[in-house]
């Protein structure tokens, strides 16, 4: 910070916040133009290549989100043919979601997630660094009266739907 911008230090935050905004909502539409998923679709869909066929419950503990947001992401995927639902073999009481052909090659060809980068480059930090920038973010959210907002590490822009 230099005194030719006359900047304060809380300017440099709310400044810092607003670029990591900026980037999440380039990133949320650079990925819906270059795959016409959103961030949660992806999630999900990396979710499903990664392990296979899963129960919606085991889909939202897996990327972080409600089951009932997992069930409206699962809906519109296989509206869109790139999921399929089918009853378990085992148990025909619980349902399984798996991918279509066409939703593995959404999965494959898919740009990296904006978070993909950041989990890279955060692992790379000393433990030290990682603890101080946690307590540092969320003390931040505090401070914005933000700390019992819930939300998932999928990063994007938009309205955070509450569970009901």
């Known amino acids: 910070m230099t005194d030719q911008t006359n900047q304060t230090d809380h300017d440099a935050i709310l400044i810092a916040l607003r670029r990591i905004t900026r980037a999440i909502d380039i990133q949320s539409k650079r990925l819906v133009k270059m795959s016409g998923l959103t961030a949660p679709q992806l999630v999900v869909i990396q979710a499903l290549r990664r392990d296979g066929e899963l129960s919606p419950s085991a889909i939202a503990r897996a990327v972080s989100l409600s089951q009932a947001t997992v069930t409206s992401i699962v809906e519109r995927l296989e509206r869109a043919g790139l999921v399929r639902r089918r009853k378990s073999d085992a148990d025909r009481r619980v349902v399984l979601v798996g ?13 990296e997630l904006l978070q993909a980068g950041f989990i890279r480059a955060f692992g790379a930090l000393e433990a030290w660094e990682q603890h101080m920038l946690i307590a540092s973010v969320q003390r931040i959210a505090e401070l914005m009266d933000a700390e019992d907002i819930d939300a998932s590490p999928i990063l994007e822009v938009g309205e955070i739907q509450s569970e009901r």
């Open 99 to 111: 991918l279509t052909p066409e939703g593995l090659t959404k999965a494959e060809s898919a740009p």
